[in-house]
């Protein structure tokens, strides 16, 4: 069985300093050559959408500032990339997320994974596209962001590989897998096609999200700055510091044992082995559908059309119609009154319209039933 390391820094603020410090002994940890022999680094962020640093959306440009300044004393050449969900442009993400301001500073490439040309493989039975940008650096750093996740409950490394896929091609894989779990065994396969050229994976968790994540939840300072070269490991210690049991996340238990990682063999610092939860608001977020399984079937269809979490369209609207224009199957429309109306016989409620809303305008509506068990 595999022993990875998880290194875990408490972390007050966003101090430059701090950062590059908790950097540089992070990475000096991993013991990869292509750390030494490769020329060019792919910094990948989370950048959700046009969503500034205290939202708590993406991945504060402090900590990508400070790996930039790492790998350019190395004498690196540095792109920082994602693929940003929905119709925003991207120049428009860059500004608001502090990553423009940072390529204004230092002599790095800010990259659209989305326009970079793809890749198509295929694995586990599923053909998936995977931007040329991942494959021409030779280290790949995964900086993501701490948060809950409507559909996946929790995103963090693993997740955060996502962006990886180009464009709108994400939401035709919403609507391919819409459901929670057939969604995960999609990423489980993006994971097992990239896992290996992953270099290292940071978790920004000083200030992360709670609640209705991953972009319309409650900015929390948790003070936590995670790092590991293994993807499994890493979610593993950061969801379950978070609050969330292995069963939560429905990813999990498949990549710790894929990677033949037992959890009690991970090794964190001491500090941190007795840590207490930090009391995150989860309600929103935790997944109880395992309880189905020991339903009979025909009580199990009765259940599942009483249990459920919808996304209905708020006060807060502002009629922008990104969440028309990012609907995987085209469920949003507009009204006679100019405002957008979403048909509930075609929702597959894959939460896209609540992930890409800049408004926080898409509330989640649960039935009596997900109160109750959720």
């Not at 940890?29 to 950048?47: D, F, G, H």
Request: net charge positive.
């Amino acid at each position: 069985m595999k022993q990875p390391r998880v290194q875990i820094r408490k972390m007050v603020g966003y101090d430059l300093d701090e950062l590059q410090d908790a950097v540089g002994t992070f990475i000096k940890s991993c013991r990869n050559p292509k750390l030494q022999k490769a020329k060019r680094v792919l910094i990948k962020p989370n950048m959700l959408g046009a969503h500034p640093p205290e939202k708590a959306v993406t991945t504060h440009p402090l900590v990508v500032e400070a790996i930039v300044r790492y790998f350019l004393e190395a004498g690196k050449e540095v792109w920082v990339g994602d693929s940003p969900g929905g119709s925003v442009s991207v120049e428009s993400v860059w500004e608001a997320t502090g990553f423009a301001d940072l390529a204004r500073r230092y002599p790095i490439k800010l990259q659209n994974l989305s326009t970079m040309g793809f890749r198509e493989l295929e694995m586990d039975g599923k053909t998936l596209r995977i931007s040329e940008a991942f494959w021409r650096c030779g280290i790949i750093i995964n900086v993501a962001k701490y948060k809950t996740h409507s559909l996946m409950a929790f995103t963090g490394a693993f997740k955060n590989l996502y962006g990886l896929v180009p464009g709108l091609i994400k939401s035709d894989y919403h609507r391919q897998y819409p459901d929670t779990h057939s969604f995960s065994d999609l990423l489980i396969a993006l994971w097992k096609l990239t896992k290996d050229r992953v270099t290292y994976n940071f978790i920004d968790g000083i200030l992360g999200m709670d609640g209705a994540g991953p972009s319309a939840g409650n900015p929390r300072h948790f003070g936590l700055f995670f790092g590991s070269s293994s993807i499994a490991a890493l979610d593993y210690v950061a969801a379950t510091m978070m609050g969330f049991k292995l069963k939560d996340v429905p990813y999990l238990k498949t990549i710790l044992h894929t990677e033949g990682i037992l959890p009690s063999a991970i090794n964190i610092p001491r500090s941190f082995r007795d840590h207490p939860s930090l009391n995150a608001d989860l309600g929103m977020v935790k997944l109880s559908k395992d309880l189905l399984k020991h339903l009979p079937q025909p009580v199990r269809t009765t259940f599942k059309k009483l249990y459920y979490a919808r996304p209905i369209i708020g006060q807060a609207c502002k009629r922008c119609g990104v969440c028309v224009k990012s609907c995987p199957v085209k469920a949003i429309h507009w009204q006679d009154d100019g405002f957008p109306l979403i048909d509930t016989t075609k929702c597959i409620k894959c939460m896209c319209c609540h992930e890409m809303c800049p408004y926080h305008a898409i509330d989640i509506q649960r039935s009596l039933v997900a109160k109750v068990f959720g």
